[in-house]
């Protein structure tokens, strides 16, 4: 069965500090993982995604790694700001085999910063 | 550009009665998804719409709920006979393609159901 399973299911860090969320995954066949953000009371937005082929990528001040060997992913947040506090969800994508639902979510990190 | 719209945005209805919730895609968005996300738990697939072929049914939790969209564009989901434990944020999403490519899911504000 695939499952996204993400870590840790919150953590509160000071402004100005890095964090790390993770995200393992054992959805086949994978196609590409996607990180979202999810403001308080908002839909969630897309802030990267990850194919195969890919080990690392930046948006801004979020880093996100992928392991595909290990099927492992990290969002590295640097230099955090009041407004990174969200909920931040993996999102896995299956190669569509025909199926309609090739994603598989995982249940997010609530991420809180403190001033 | 306007983004994915779904009202109404909050809906308080009795144990019993019927809903209908509404989601208005982005323009030209071939896919469109409905889940379902219940305090603290993540996103809940429902149902899949994709441009003409029949939709991916798969996620609805039982026969009281549907879905439809008849043209292509705006989606209604339905809850016939509300039961308390059907209150959550139903939230619908769009993106070109099959979503599972590399296209991102662009969600909507969701509509918050609460049934008494």
């Known amino acids: 069965k695939n499952q996204v399973e993400q870590s840790p299911q919150s953590l509160i860090i000071l402004e100005g500090k890095n964090c790390t969320l993770q995200c393992n995954y054992t959805v086949s066949p994978f196609s590409n993982l996607r990180w979202y953000k999810q403001d308080t009371g908002r839909g969630p937005v897309s802030l990267t995604i990850?194919?195969?082929?890919?080990n690392t990528k930046s948006n801004g001040r979020y880093t996100a790694t992928l392991d595909a060997d290990t099927k492992q992913s990290s969002l590295h947040i640097t230099a955090s700001q009041l407004s990174d506090s969200a909920s931040y969800i993996c999102?896995?994508?299956?190669?569509?085999?025909?199926?309609?639902?090739?994603?598989?979510f995982g249940k997010g990190t609530h991420l809180i910063i403190q001033p | 550009g306007a983004g994915v719209s779904q009202s109404p945005s909050n809906k308080v209805t009795e144990k019993g009665k019927d809903v209908e919730l509404r989601c208005d895609p982005i323009s030209g968005h071939t896919a469109l998804y409905w889940y379902r996300q219940s305090l603290g738990q993540g996103l809940e697939f429902l149902i899949y719409f994709q441009g003409n072929s029949a939709p991916d049914k798969s996620g609805l939790p039982n026969d009281r709920f549907s879905a439809e969209r008849p043209e292509g564009s705006i989606s209604t989901l339905t809850i016939q006979r509300t039961e308390q434990r059907d209150s959550a944020m139903y939230r619908c999403a769009s993106s070109w393609g099959a979503g599972t490519e590399n296209s991102p899911l662009h969600f909507g504000n969701g509509t918050r159901l609460t049934v008494t």
């Open positions: 990850m194919t195969f082929s890919e």
């Open positions: 999102v896995v994508s299956a190669r569509s085999g025909g199926g309609a639902d090739g994603l598989t």
